[in-house]
T-cell receptor
């Protein structure tokens, strides 16, 4: 069964550095999402992406964040200048069509020192 | 505002006992409700969505609009049900975002 994949599984970075988290959605899916979960807290929506555009974003998704689909398979989340509070598990998800089930990747654990 | 509340952070039952994981929501319209499960070291995966009215792995959940609840139930818990369970809501109006509760960690003891 096809699955969403994410790389790396873990990333440690210094505060102020840029990080790029990578996701490969399920191949025939068209809608893509990023969520994050700070340790001990809820899974929170960051952004949704369709047809090479952001379709919705939360207040967390400020100018430090950006998303891109650089080719036909990858979907990336970039954090320009990481802060300590960006430390979290970041989940990518995808759906084939609107209002369908969102399939999640295994997550990338980001630690900002 | 959309909000999902799972009042129990931890729930522990014995194998064969009934289990109920509580979920309450706040939403002004008619939301779509989900239960996602995360087994140890695995990804979040969909367990149930209320519109499909299925029973998956013996679990059921009924949407009660009067009580704004979507509690997850299983009559006889199994050890392999031990996992983190998240209730989630998706609103109407074109938004696809899922709003999650904090999750309940279920432990089924032998």
């Amino acid at each position: 069964e096809p699955e969403v994949t994410q790389t790396p599984s873990h990333q440690v970075t210094q505060m102020g550095q840029e990080v790029i988290l990578r996701c490969v959605p399920i191949s025939n899916h068209l809608y893509f999402y990023w969520y994050r979960q700070i340790l001990g807290q809820k899974v929170e929506f960051l952004v949704s992406f369709y047809n090479n555009e952001i379709s919705e974003k939360s207040e967390i998704f400020d100018d430090q964040f950006s998303v891109e689909r650089p080719d036909g398979s990858n979907f990336t989340l970039k954090i320009r200048s990481t802060k300590l509070e960006d430390s979290a598990m970041y989940f990518c998800a995808s759906t084939k069509q609107l209002q369908e089930t969102q399939y999640f990747g295994p997550g990338t654990r980001l630690l900002v020192l | 505002a959309q909000r999902v509340t799972q009042p129990e952070k931890l729930l522990s039952v014995f194998k064969g006992a009934p289990v109920e994981l509580k979920c309450n929501y706040s939403y002004s319209g008619s939301p779509e409700l989900f239960w996602y499960v995360q087994y140890s070291r695995q990804r979040l995966q969909l367990l149930l969505r209320h519109i499909s009215r299925e029973s998956i792995k013996g679990f059921t959940a009924d949407l009660n609009k009067g009580e704004t609840s979507f509690h997850l139930k299983k009559p006889f818990a199994q050890e392999e049900d031990s996992a983190m369970y998240y209730c989630a809501l998706r609103g109407q109006g074109g938004s696809e975002k899922l709003v999650f509760g904090k999750g309940t960690k279920l432990t089924v003891n032998p």
